[in-house]
């Protein structure tokens, strides 16, 4: 192991490289370049052994993606905002051929207008295709990240492609000192990928194809099954990690001081660390504040939110994303959590960081301030607490 | 290279049991192809007709390993699955895709571009009813002058379709393509022999066969044939290659006299007037006249 | 060695009491439905005429045409009755007849 001080992408990278893919395709867009750009510096230097397709587009990254996972080989793409929608008719494709690719996605926000900063409406308009979506909090979860996500998506039980998702510029572009893993531990831990999935000309398969009324449902149970056993497939393969680099994960999410929380913030991504400092300093004032960081949209954490938010009086999701004409995403998807769970507990949505807008300490200190007050329904964090 | 032919072609039948309208040319078009590849060609169909008919899960008509890709993603798609098959460590695999005019032409030019661009080692094959025959035949860049379609109807105002066909063999020959050629599903061994001929080369390889579509085109089934070779006999349809940077031509033009058998005979081109037949016939001569000058041309030494 | 093509199977899967598909990759050229109801006329051959030049053969669209003793027969649970084969056979040894029901 050594210890180097590399931005979330190059971390990224670290770790795709270490996963060894076989092929790797990828179109080029800020904030995701770095890591493209680092991974074809490995391949030029020949310390990663990847065929590394220099595509048109990300369209075709993906098709090049699912091509190539449909031979059985190990697959990366990577992408951000634009790319992401551009290549989006080929993202319940590759997770309704059940290729377990991994992608990184460094979210961005999406036009019009115009912005290249970090928000999270681009992976989160694409929730319902089919793919697992986590979202790393810093550098170093990015990296493991990166060796994890293909031991979930490549089980045989799982068979489901993944997104992680990185901040913008946030997460993608600042330097933080992280432990990068020698190539034995990462052997150690992410054996090779093996399928029936793929093209073979001993026993010759035809592959994506058309399935009409009468078989449909059955593959798209299939597929459901498949992310849905995701659940345990990431609490199994966080145990194996452990066990081979001694870093501990928490599953879907990851609580901070929620046991006896009476307000209790959920959010994503990399805003977390603020929001925890927000808790640490609002505990010290006599606050029982909480954070709930979920690490995955999907499979989404139900079960983990529920059990959490239980006993507390009022919960507020913060998030950088708006469904246009109803809530932020991930308010609808913990509302509904709750619902289903007959929680009944007053529920905030405090939309920020759109384009990039910096969410301060006081934003946040507002948003338990506003919980503690019982307010309930949407605020544009900056807007005059304006929901429309 | 051997000249694959009825007798040395293998009688093992790749495309087989599929839903296409009887006497359907693109059906002919990758049977055949699939034939002179053999049984480690690996097909890539983006949707369209050929996968329409061909993949309806559970009746699955590739007797080799085969798949659909999107719409705009054959080409990239197929580079996938070459660099994965490559990296696996196989050898001795064709990588084939079939498109039709307009997965090739429209939304598949992108990423086709892309794979010329790369020489990907494959073989694309675009086989041209000249119009979105699967959706219920409209245009596309690839439907002829004054063909009448679903998009392109015969009105008060407009009579059909008022664009000529997008020159996609010299398109892809422009970016120095390693080997394309035009073929016709009416003239099958000349086919065959293009098909063996790209499989031979390394780099990207782009075959772009005219397949009448009886249904689109609104001629009989029996008569396919006979109007996939009029279109080349009358000079609309010439047939040639691109390779080591040339242009030659397979054969010259037939009979162009014929050139009205040929549009009388279709539905499509029902409509048009006899100054409509004329503009065909004058746009057909300059074509003719450019290629007289610049390609080669069988049994003359030069240009 | 007999071709390869892909046949008729007797199974269709049906995925019934909780069970699914592992994925959208199944066994290649498997085949449950035969296309002889789309035929109203079909091709019968006058073996006595046939040259056995094979061109019905490479210009079938279905690949319903077999190679037999030097000259061809016809797969009836697959050929769509096109006439393709009777048009392209100089030697007139095809004859397109109405199917009868």
Redo the contacts between chains.
């Keep these: 192991m050594n210890h180097s001080f590399i931005s979330g992408n190059e971390a990224f990278a670290h770790g795709v490289m270490l996963a060894s893919p076989a092929v790797i395709s990828a179109y080029p867009i800020t904030p995701q370049t770095t890591v493209v750009e680092c991974l074809s510096q490995m391949v030029a230097d020949g310390v990663l052994d990847s065929e590394f397709i220099y595509v048109e587009s990300e369209h075709s990254a993906m098709s090049c993606a699912m091509g190539a996972s449909?031979t059985g080989v190990r697959t990366f793409t990577a992408t951000s905002s634009q790319g992401l929608l551009y290549m989006a008719e080929c993202l319940p494709y590759a997770a309704?051929?059940?290729f377990p690719i991994v992608m990184m996605n460094a979210n961005r926000s999406v036009a019009l207008p115009w912005n290249i900063y970090g928000d999270q409406r681009d992976s989160l308009s694409q929730l319902d295709c089919g793919w697992i979506q986590a979202y790393a909090q810093d550098a170093q979860e990015s990296l493991d990240l990166a060796l994890m996500s293909y031991r979930i998506a490549e089980r045989?039980d799982v068979?489901t492609p993944f997104m992680v998702n990185l901040d913008g510029f946030h997460l993608t572009h600042t330097y933080e000192v992280v432990d990068i893993p020698d190539r034995e531990q990462a052997d150690e831990f992410l054996p090779p990928y093996s399928t029936?999935?793929?093209i073979d000309f001993d026993?010759?398969?035809?592959?994506?194809?058309s399935?009409g009324p009468d078989?449909n449902t059955?593959?798209k149970?299939?597929e459901h099954?498949g992310i849905s056993r995701s659940r345990k497939a990431v609490a199994e393969t966080e145990e194996e990690f452990l066990a081979v680099f001694g870093r501990r994960y928490t599953g879907l999410t990851e609580e901070y001081m929620c046991a006896d929380a009476e307000f209790i913030l959920i959010t994503l991504g990399s805003i977390s660390g603020l929001c925890r400092d927000v808790v640490c300093s609002l505990r010290k004032s006599g606050v029982k504040a909480g954070l709930l960081r979920l690490r995955y949209m999907r499979p989404f954490p139900a079960e983990e939110i529920s059990r959490t938010v239980a006993g507390a009086k009022s919960v507020c999701v913060l998030e950088k994303d708006i469904s246009f004409g109803f809530a932020g995403t991930v308010f609808i998807n913990v509302c509904a959590a709750l619902q289903n769970a007959g929680i009944c507990v007053p529920t905030l949505n405090k939309i920020g960081g759109l384009g990039g807008r910096d969410i301060t300490e006081e934003d946040i200190r507002d948003a338990f301030g506003d919980m503690a007050e019982g307010k309930t329904g949407i605020g544009f964090i900056g807007m005059g607490g304006s929901g429309v | 290279m051997i000249r694959p032919t009825?007798?040395n072609?293998?009688?093992?039948?790749?495309?087989?049991?599929?839903?296409?309208c009887?006497?359907?040319?693109g059906?002919?078009a990758v049977?055949?192809a699939l034939k002179v590849l053999g049984?480690r060609a690996v097909a890539v169909l983006p949707a369209g007709c050929m996968s329409a008919v061909g993949f309806n899960?559970?009746?699955?008509?590739?007797?080799?390993?085969?798949m659909i890709s999107t719409f705009a993603g054959t080409a990239s798609m197929m580079t996938g699955v070459e660099a994965g098959l490559r990296a696996r460590g196989e050898r001795d695999y064709q990588i084939v895709g079939f498109a039709g005019d307009g997965g090739t032409a429209d939304i598949g030019i992108q990423a086709l571009s892309g794979a010329i661009d790369r020489n990907d080692d494959m073989i694309y094959i675009c086989y041209d009813n000249e119009a979105y025959m699967n959706t219920g035949t409209q245009k596309s860049s690839l439907t002829p002058f004054g063909a009448s379609t679903t998009t392109t109807p015969v009105g008060g105002k407009i009579r059909g379709n008022v664009s000529g066909k997008k020159n996609m063999f010299e398109i892809v020959a422009a970016h120095g393509i390693p080997y394309a050629a035009t073929a016709n599903?009416g003239y099958?061994?000349d086919y065959m022999m293009k098909v063996r001929k790209a499989s031979e080369i390394r780099g990207m390889k782009y075959i772009h066969v005219l397949a009448p579509c009886p249904t689109g085109w609104g001629i009989?089934?029996?008569?396919?044939?006979?109007y996939a070779r009029m279109a080349t006999d009358c000079g609309l349809w010439p047939l040639a290659e691109y390779d080591g940077g040339e242009f030659r031509l397979s054969r010259g033009m037939g009979d162009p006299s014929i050139l009205r058998n040929y549009i009388k005979g279709q539905k499509r081109f029902r409509h048009l007037s006899d100054q409509d037949i004329g503009h065909i016939e004058s746009m057909r001569d300059a074509r003719w006249e450019k290629i007289g000058g610049s390609w080669k041309v069988p049994g003359r030494d030069r240009p | 060695m007999s071709?390869?093509?892909?046949c008729?199977?007797s199974t269709?899967?049906e995925?019934k009491n909780g069970e699914?598909?592992?994925?959208?990759?199944?066994?290649?050229?498997?085949?449950?439905?035969r296309?002889s109801g789309?035929r109203n006329r079909r091709p019968v051959i006058e073996p006595e005429l046939c040259t056995g030049?094979?061109?019905c053969?490479?210009?079938?669209?279905?690949?319903t045409i077999l190679?037999k003793d030097g000259k061809v027969s016809v797969d009836y649970d697959?050929c769509?009755?096109?006439?393709?084969c009777?048009?392209?056979c100089v030697h007139g040894a095809i004859r397109?007849e109405a199917e009868r029901q």
């Design positions: 449909s309704g051929g059940r045989r068979s029936e999935n793929r026993t010759p398969r035809n592959l994506c194809f399935a078989h059955a593959f149970l299939s099954a | 009825a007798r072609i293998t009688e093992d039948e790749y495309f087989f049991g599929h839903k296409a009887a006497g359907c040319g059906s002919l049977r055949i049984e899960f559970p009746q699955l008509c590739f007797a080799n390993n085969a599903v099958i061994e009989r089934p029996e008569e396919m044939i006979e | 071709a390869l093509r892909p008729l199977r269709v899967p995925w699914f598909p592992d994925s959208t990759a199944y066994e290649a050229g498997y085949l449950v439905h296309n789309w030049c094979l061109q053969y490479l210009y079938c669209p279905d690949g190679k697959f769509k009755g096109c006439g393709i009777a048009g392209i397109m």
